[in-house]
């Protein structure tokens, strides 16, 4: 029940003006009466409604809410806000922060560097297209090959509609995106995502585990971020990297469970 009731909600999501009651069982492939009774479930915690007039099932802001008081409760963006801040500042374009949730990445967090002409600002809390994004990418190589290109195969090599043409589309142009990008130690998208955009994007390192835990990126037209301002913003983007990577919250949760200065940690 539990998986189903999950099923929904993600179907939900990316359907933020509500589905039918048929819809939803045909997509999940349910029987009505089940899909009727988890939206039950779901419409009784707040989770979700149905329109009176349209008799659609929407998801509700509360499990936004939820997401937002975690979000705060472990304060990763008030720690990582300023030095996106200021990344955005240098780079006078759009900087965000993504954080790896299972096997995908999640955007959590932005700031606007770009205050006049052509602005790029897509909306939050989308999932990564790991092959055609420099967020994903960087993502990808960062880990075992095998694995980022298992990853990406589960999703097959398409791109939603609102995309670019992107340039990995099979195993072969993944592998050779990938080499570049570990070579760089960045990745890049250009005109691949948002069409008429560019972007460069690195991962953050948990300084306890070493494993990539999230990723940081500048985003702009493509007028303005040609290939080499892109080149010169990026030890920038990799400097921030590195910051929040210091900063993150696990390390210092750490420290203060085990009552460690952070020198005291670092020389451990």
Known sequence: MIERVLDILTLLADHPQGLPITDISRRLDLPKSAVHRLLAVLVGRGLAVQDEYSQRYRMTVK???????YLAGSGITEICQPSLDRLAARAGELARLALVEDDSLIWIAKAQGAFTGLRYDPDMGQPVVL??????????ASMDEARAVALVKARGFVVPSRFGRPIVRDEASL???LALTRERG??????????????LGCVI??????????????????????????????????????????????????????GLTPMKASNG
């Open 186 to 199: 960045y990745g890049t998208s250009i005109e691949e995502g948002e069409p008429g955009t560019c972007a």
């Open 205 to 258: 390192m948990d300084p306890q585990t070493r494993r990539a835990i999230g990723t940081v990126s500048v985003a702009g037209p493509v007028a303005r971020l040609t290939p080499e301002r892109i080149a010169a913003i990026a030890p920038d983007v990799l400097a921030t990297a590195a910051e929040i990577s210091d900063l993150w919250p696990s390390r210092k949760m750490m420290e203060a469970t085990m």
């Open 63 to 69: 499990l936004a809410a939820i997401g937002f008081r």
């Open 131 to 140: 092959h055609a994004t420099s967020t994903g990418k960087a993502w990808l």
């Open 175 to 177: 592998r050779a995106e």
